[in-house]
């Protein structure tokens, strides 16, 4: 840790892997299959980016981890050159509970692509891990339901301990961090206790997993709460999934380092862009003849060569430019934010940034 804010738990600090130094807060974008949808490569590089996310399940289904080691690992196949962070596929456990077989031992997944079976185990998603060569493996866990009862919340936190214990044991690759994860449901103690186990392992750091899934706002917090009371100060903390800037600042607020989310880039393909002051639908009739930037106040590429109306054109057309450049400027947006609340940590005043921010900002579809 480099900074601690004197009023909140907000904090400043170093992330190193083989290929890159990253200061935290930090919000990465999702690259599911070696891609962020609508970006390339160079494109991340100039807004600023050093850590991206690829899932370790989808790239094992296509094109597979094997070719891609052949290919010289994930960072060459992908003409990435600063770090990546691979999901080991737990949550695939939860979003394709249809499809799969959950057992102590692993989990078998019918493809979702041609039906094929797949068994995954901790060490099987260590090895698919190390052969795409990620700067950061996860540990394999189980992404408990948020509905489920106390009694399945306590079976499934001790799966995803008995799995972190041989994630651990499987993991050999010296230049690749492990982190691990905890779960609980939506039960306090559990989360702690969840928390205390997996600490105890001794990771390289620690996430949050199985929140922000469809559960009440204030759920996220007190299970966020209980959860990272419980982890050390001298490693990085990851809160899974969580990609809206409200969330990130109470997030920040409570000491948490790492963010995930296909949120800007999702919403962006959907026509909607990001503001301070909330979200603008840029499909909308009222933008047809809109010469004005999507923000005034943004200096990214998008803003400083296009208006609402082009953009709005380029959607109404259904032409993939369109989405190109929304993508561009919600990621652009994304960073910047997190770029100020580094400078706001740092200068003593999270606690104001994060006031008048909030008294702007709506978590809704629609700016008027």
């Known amino acids: 840790m480099l900074y601690r804010s004197s009023n909140t738990q907000a904090r400043i600090g170093l992330l190193k892997t083989a290929h890159s130094e990253i200061e935290t807060p930090i919000f990465m974008p999702v690259g599911t299959n070696a891609n962020v949808k609508g970006m390339r490569a160079r494109d991340l590089e100039e807004i600023g980016y050093s850590l991206i996310l690829s899932n370790t399940f989808h790239l094992y289904l296509r094109p597979g981890h094997l070719i891609v080691k052949k290919l010289g690992g994930l960072h060459n196949f992908m003409g990435w050159k600063n770090s990546i962070l691979t999901d080991s596929g737990g949550f695939q456990v939860f979003s394709l509970r249809s499809i799969s077989d959950l057992e102590n031992e692993g989990v078998l997944f019918r493809s979702p692509i041609d039906g094929s079976k797949h068994f995954f185990t901790p060490e099987f998603a260590i090895e698919v891990q190390e052969a795409l060569g990620s700067d950061i493996a996860m540990a394999f866990d189980e992404c408990t339901p948020i509905d489920s009862d106390r009694e399945y919340a306590v079976e499934s936190l001790e799966r995803t301990y008995r799995w972190a214990e041989r994630c651990l044991k499987a993991h050999k690759r010296k230049d690749q961090l492990l982190f691990g994860i905890s779960q609980g449901g939506l039960y306090e103690d559990l989360r702690v206790e969840s928390a205390r186990k997996i600490v105890s392992l001794g990771f390289d750091g620690y996430a949050i997993g199985g929140l922000s899934i469809g559960e009440k706002s204030e759920q996220t917090i007190a299970m966020l709460e209980a959860t990272i009371s419980e982890f050390p100060e001298d490693k990085p903390r990851y809160f899974m999934g969580v990609g809206t800037p409200d ?111 909030m008294s702007t900002f709506k978590n809704k579809e629609e700016v008027k």
């Open 247 to 357: 969330l990130i600042l109470e997030s920040i607020e409570r000491g948490v380092d790492m963010f995930d989310s296909v949120f800007p880039t999702r919403v962006a393909r959907h026509g909607v862009a990001l503001t301070d002051n909330g979200r603008i639908n840029i499909r909308a009739a009222r933008y047809k003849e809109d010469s004005d930037p999507i923000d005034e106040n943004c200096s990214c590429y998008v803003c400083r060569n296009h208006s609402k109306a082009y953009i709005n054109h380029l959607f109404s057309r259904k032409e993939m430019l369109g989405q190109i450049l929304l993508t561009y400027h919600n990621l652009y947006y994304m960073y910047n934010f997190m770029k100020r609340v580094k400078e706001a940590i740092k200068q003593e005043s999270f606690f104001e940034f994060k006031e008048k921010f």
